[in-house]
Each structure stands twice: as C-alpha cells, then as structure tokens.
C-alpha cells in the first residue's frame, strides 16, 4: 500500500509554499476528466504554452490535451489508430500519443503519480528536501518538471549513454544532473547511486519508478480510461494491450483494462538483446527509456500473459523509415497509407515503435481480425531522438526509396512470431521469482510483501488501486487549505 500517514509539521509547511506560489494540485480523477477540472482553471490554461513551466500546466498530465503546443484546450483521447496497410495485420492497433503531455512525454504523468501523495500528506518537505528522480531517461525528465511546477527542488539520474537532446532539456529545469555509467539497460548502476545519495546526504527523498506504487497508481487511474475511451471511439472488440517493461508503470492500465474487458490479454514488450522476462538474460539495448536486467517491483506479474521480444534493430531502422521524406513517399505511394497516418507517425518515439511492433506480432500470434483492437501507448514522440536520426544518416548514408522497402518489409512485413512466450501459470511464477534478487537481496525490501503480492493478490493490488480515491481525497484537503481554489 502507499503510505498516506500524515506529518502536520511539514504538511503546514508545504500548504504555505503552495499559497505563496498559487499552486493548485489536480486530483488524479480529473486527470482521467478533464471535463471536471473548474472552468476558472481552464480558462487560465488558454493562455499557457504546453510546456510552459507554470503550475497551472499540473493540470495537462492527462491524455485529452488538444494536439498543438499554444495554449490547447481539453478533447478527446490523442492516439493513431495504424492501417492495416501500415503494420500487415488487419487487427485495429491503436497507440495512445504522449507526445502531448508537457514535456512531449506521459512519464510526467508517474512522476506526478509518486510526488504529490507525499506532498499533500506532508511527507515530503518542498523546504528542505531534493526530490530524486533515478530514470532511463523521461521519468526523470517528467519529475524534474513536476518539482518545478510544485515548489521542489530535484536531482535526476540517467544513463550517460541517453540522447543529447534529453540532458540539454534537463539542463533547463533540474536542479542538478547525475549521469550514470552505460545505457538503457544499466539499471543497476542507476540504483547504486541512489543507495551513494542515501548514504551521503540527509535531505534527499528517492521516487524510484521502478519501485513507485504512485507510478503503477497513476496509470490504473488514468492511462487505463483513456485506452478504454479510445478503444470505444475506434470500434471493435478489445482483444489485449501490450506496454514495453520499463518500469512497468503502464502495465497497469492493463490491469484497468481486464476488469472492464475481462477476455482481453496483457502482454509486456522488452529488447530482444536484454531477455529478461523471456530467458532470464542480460545485454545491452538501444531501445531508449526501456531499462531492465530486472522485474520492476511494481510490476504486477500474476496478471500478465505474454512477454514479446523485439529486436532493437527494428526499432532502429523504422525511426528513419517514419520520419524521411523517402520513407513517408514509399508508404504513401507503394503501400497506400494515407497521408493523415503519415504526418502522426513523428509522434512515435523509439519505444513506441517497439510497442507497435509487438502488438503486430500479438495479433499475428492470436490471428486477430478486423474487429479486434489491439492498444499500446508511444511514452514519447521523436521530439528527443534527432540526434540519434543524425547519427544513423552519418553511419548509413542517406536514406532512398530501397532502403526505406528493405527496411518495410524486413521490419515490418517480416515480423515472425518468434521470441514470445505465453506464460502459463509457471511462467509468471519464475518471472515473479525474479524480484527476489533485485528488490529483496539488493534493494531491502520485505519479502513478505513480494509474497503478498502473488498469494494475497487480490488484497495487495486491488488495496493499491482503491487508493486512488484516498489520495483524491487527501488532494482535495490541501487545496482546501490553501484557499487559492475558492478564490478563483
């Protein structure tokens, strides 16, 4: 369970700051409505840029943004629902655009989803404590950006290895920058300098993702309705969702999405070169923000029922093809894929095209038809990977019209259903199994709670998803507190 205690000393603290710097904090209900956000607010929110960093901007951490970066308003559920002619397979795939959160990414959604229960119980101290966010690269980004917007200062961590363009962007709003040794896939060297951190300062509190219910919290909120709202609005049966491991925070709108589809699949994505869930493996990756060579502890593995492979050569190649002019000509003109399609496809980022890729070899796996939809979400758009589209045009040369069927039909129309598997019971047990070595061993946490989650399942994660009104409840006190909601 999230702990909810409340210190008063700091929470009296922290309502003043908010006072003093008119922060309003949304409730994770009109997150997932923005219908019920208060008309004063929506009103203000007119004349603030998308990645503005105002505090008001708390309240764009949902799904419905209107797409463009002046001022947008709210609407319906930003997503692309990709043709057959694009992925091969007649199944509906549709993939939810974090390209419109602020920061051009959802992972500001888990942020907020892990700091502001702390905030508004009083257990963190925007007065003396430094936020830390350890990340692969947009988790940090979205916590650097909702401490700013909430009155707190903040350390992020990531991977040296991460494009260019993440560090330049943190440089304008993190407090201070740590880059850890390797990739995507150095999980490890992330939390050791967490454990460095704990141990040398006093006034660090640690918002791990990986181990963050708020971050698991958040996405059964609100990214589980929006995917059910965008599944309505496209039309069919729901047949699964498919979310990359990570830190396995957006597996939890699966969990969402089987209690109102209760036929439906859950599937987990992860880098064929780092086969963690699928063979127990290790390796180093390119598929940006997907760290692993572990479980998340959040990861709810008892409610999973595939893991799915993809090769980050795949996800390398198909950048190019979705962003070039070359690439775009051959879709349009050899596959017919409108051009509507084409001009969303920068909304993909290189995680996103991972996501896809495995939702086409699921509904190549269960032989889905035309009245089935498959969903995934795209964390981030290609906003912070033009650095790594420069570097494959410096190694491969320009990109033609050969290259752009090549990579099509090898990356694309090529897929096999090779390197998944469909966890039976066992299965999902040594996945499971596999928390014991990273959280219990190394992390120090209880083994009694890794237990609960598998034999008290229904207690331990359905206690975790109830919390979401407790929380609302909490949020709406503290702006009560402040007054600054009355005196609009």
């Given at each position: 369970m999230i702990d909810l205690s409340i210190n008063e000393a700091n929470l009296a603290k922290t309502v003043q700051l908010a006072r003093e710097r008119n922060i309003i904090i949304p409730t994770l209900r009109q997150m997932a409505h923005p219908e019920e956000v208060p008309e004063p607010i929506r009103a203000r929110l007119?004349?603030?840029?998308?990645?503005?960093?105002?505090?008001?901007?708390?309240?764009?951490?949902?799904?419905?943004?209107?797409?463009?970066?002046?001022?947008?308003?709210f609407g319906a559920v930003n997503y692309i629902e990709l043709p057959p002619a694009l992925t091969g397979v007649p199944a509906k795939i549709i993939a939810l655009a974090g390209k419109w959160f602020p920061t051009g990414c959802h992972k500001v959604g888990a942020s907020f989803g892990c700091l502001a229960p702390r905030m508004v119980t009083g257990q963190f101290d925007p007065t003396f404590h430094k936020a830390v966010w350890p990340s692969t690269g947009n988790y940090c980004r979205g916590g650097a950006y909702n401490s700013n917007l909430l009155g707190c200062q903040s350390i992020a961590i990531l991977p040296e290895g991460m494009s260019r363009e993440r560090f330049e962007w943190l440089e304008t709003v993190a407090g201070e920058i740590i880059a850890t040794p390797g990739c995507e896939s150095n999980v490890k060297e992330i939390f050791d300098k967490v454990w460095e951190l704990k141990a040398t300062r006093d006034n660090v509190m640690i918002f791990n993702q990986f181990e963050e219910m708020g971050n698991h919290l958040w996405h059964y909120a609100v990214t589980g309705p929006a995917i059910e709202e965008a599944a309505r609005a496209a039309g069919g049966k729901f047949a699964a969702a498919v979310f990359a491991s990570g830190s396995a925070g957006t597996l939890a709108a699966g969990d969402y999405l089987k209690e109102v589809f209760p036929q439906s699949k859950l599937a987990v994505g992860e880098a064929l070169q780092c086969p963690t869930l699928l063979m127990n493996g290790y390796g180093d990756h390119r598929i940006e923000g997907i760290g692993d060579k572990h479980v998340p502890w959040i990861h709810n593995v008892k409610?999973?029922?595939?893991?799915?492979?993809?090769?980050?050569?795949?996800?390398?190649?198909?950048?190019?093809?979705?962003?070039?002019?070359?690439?775009?000509?051959?879709?349009?003109?050899?596959?017919?894929?409108?051009?509507?399609?084409?001009?969303?496809?920068?909304?993909?980022?290189?995680?996103?095209?991972?996501?896809?890729?495995?939702?086409?070899?699921?509904?190549?796996?269960y032989e889905l038809g035309a009245n089935d939809i498959v969903a995934t979400v795209l964390t981030d758009s290609m906003e912070m990977y033009g650095s790594r589209l420069a570097e494959l045009e410096q190694a491969d040369g320009p990109y033609t019209a050969s290259a752009a069927a090549f990579d099509y039909g090898c990356h694309i129309a090529g897929l096999r259903t090779d390197n998944m598997l469909e966890l039976s019971y066992t299965e999902r047990r040594r996945v499971h199994n596999l928390k014991y070595y990273t959280w219990i061993e190394q992390q120090g946490r209880e083994l009694d709670e890794l237990n609960a989650q598998w034999y008290d399942y229904d207690n331990y994660w359905g206690g975790i998803h109830a919390q979401a009104a407790d929380i609302d409840r909490l949020i709406e006190e503290f702006n009560q507190r402040t007054g600054l909601l009355q005196a609009l």
């Amino acid at each position: 369970m999230i702990d909810l205690s409340i210190n008063e000393a700091n929470l009296a603290k922290t309502v003043q700051l908010a006072r003093e710097r008119n922060i309003i904090i949304p409730t994770l209900r009109q997150m997932a409505h923005p219908e019920e956000v208060p008309e004063p607010i929506r009103a203000r929110l007119r004349e603030v840029g998308l990645w503005c960093v105002d505090p008001l901007n708390l309240f764009r951490i949902t799904w419905h943004n209107q797409p463009r970066v002046e001022g947008p308003g709210f609407g319906a559920v930003n997503y692309i629902e990709l043709p057959p002619a694009l992925t091969g397979v007649p199944a509906k795939i549709i993939a939810l655009a974090g390209k419109w959160f602020p920061t051009g990414c959802h992972k500001v959604g888990a942020s907020f989803g892990c700091l502001a229960p702390r905030m508004v119980t009083g257990q963190f101290d925007p007065t003396f404590h430094k936020a830390v966010w350890p990340s692969t690269g947009n988790y940090c980004r979205g916590g650097a950006y909702n401490s700013n917007l909430l009155g707190c200062q903040s350390i992020a961590i990531l991977p040296e290895g991460m494009s260019r363009e993440r560090f330049e962007w943190l440089e304008t709003v993190a407090g201070e920058i740590i880059a850890t040794p390797g990739c995507e896939s150095n999980v490890k060297e992330i939390f050791d300098k967490v454990w460095e951190l704990k141990a040398t300062r006093d006034n660090v509190m640690i918002f791990n993702q990986f181990e963050e219910m708020g971050n698991h919290l958040w996405h059964y909120a609100v990214t589980g309705p929006a995917i059910e709202e965008a599944a309505r609005a496209a039309g069919g049966k729901f047949a699964a969702a498919v979310f990359a491991s990570g830190s396995a925070g957006t597996l939890a709108a699966g969990d969402y999405l089987k209690e109102v589809f209760p036929q439906s699949k859950l599937a987990v994505g992860e880098a064929l070169q780092c086969p963690t869930l699928l063979m127990n493996g290790y390796g180093d990756h390119r598929i940006e923000g997907i760290g692993d060579k572990h479980v998340p502890w959040i990861h709810n593995v008892k409610n999973t029922d595939m893991v799915i492979a993809i090769d980050d050569e795949d996800s390398q190649r198909l950048i190019r093809l979705f962003n070039d002019k070359a690439g775009h000509r051959y879709l349009r003109e050899e596959l017919g894929v409108e051009q509507h399609v084409i001009d969303k496809l920068e909304w993909i980022g290189i995680s996103g095209v991972a996501n896809i890729l495995s939702a086409i070899k699921l509904a190549k796996y269960y032989e889905l038809g035309a009245n089935d939809i498959v969903a995934t979400v795209l964390t981030d758009s290609m906003e912070m990977y033009g650095s790594r589209l420069a570097e494959l045009e410096q190694a491969d040369g320009p990109y033609t019209a050969s290259a752009a069927a090549f990579d099509y039909g090898c990356h694309i129309a090529g897929l096999r259903t090779d390197n998944m598997l469909e966890l039976s019971y066992t299965e999902r047990r040594r996945v499971h199994n596999l928390k014991y070595y990273t959280w219990i061993e190394q992390q120090g946490r209880e083994l009694d709670e890794l237990n609960a989650q598998w034999y008290d399942y229904d207690n331990y994660w359905g206690g975790i998803h109830a919390q979401a009104a407790d929380i609302d409840r909490l949020i709406e006190e503290f702006n009560q507190r402040t007054g600054l909601l009355q005196a609009l």
